[in-house]
């Protein structure tokens, strides 16, 4: 089992900054993927960014590519979302996941952490 939790959520300007954490307890992550959702009001949740974390390799939705960053520390067991030139319609939800990288399906999820971007 692994447990995740969330953390770096707030209120921020357009074009502000936030980085959000994902603490990973429960066993080591290896051949593992940990990835970012977001959930808006109203609106189905959709994929951010997801990185492996053995060899590091990063994807990104075409909404934030140039924008977010998604790293891991591995010492840590920990991955980051870095988030700037924010703006309101990133205002969502925030959560992390994780899943075998055999596996489709995330198994594991966080509770999520609110960003909100003011105009």
């Known amino acids: 089992q692994v447990q995740l939790v969330e953390s770096g959520g707030g ?3 357009d074009g502000g900054s936030l980085r959000l954490s994902c603490a990973a307890s429960g066993r080591t992550l290896n051949n593992d ?3 970012w959702f977001r959930q808006a009001p109203g609106k189905v949740r959709e994929f951010v960014a997801a990185i492996t974390w053995s060899a590091g390799i990063t994807s990104y939705a075409d909404s934030v590519k140039g924008r977010f960053t998604i790293s891991r520390d591995n010492a840590k067991n920990t991955a980051y979302l870095q988030m700037n030139s924010l703006k ?3 205002t969502a939800v925030y959560y ?19 960003v909100t971007v003011s105009s």
């Not at 994780?98 to 594991?108: D, I, L, P, T």
Request: charged share 25%.
């Open 11 to 13: 209120l921020v300007q």
């Open 88 to 90: 309101p319609e990133d």
């Open 96 to 114: 992390c996941a994780a899943r075998k990288v055999f596996k489709a399906e995330y198994e594991y999820w966080g509770q999520g952490t609110q």
């Open 33 to 35: 993927v940990m990835a």
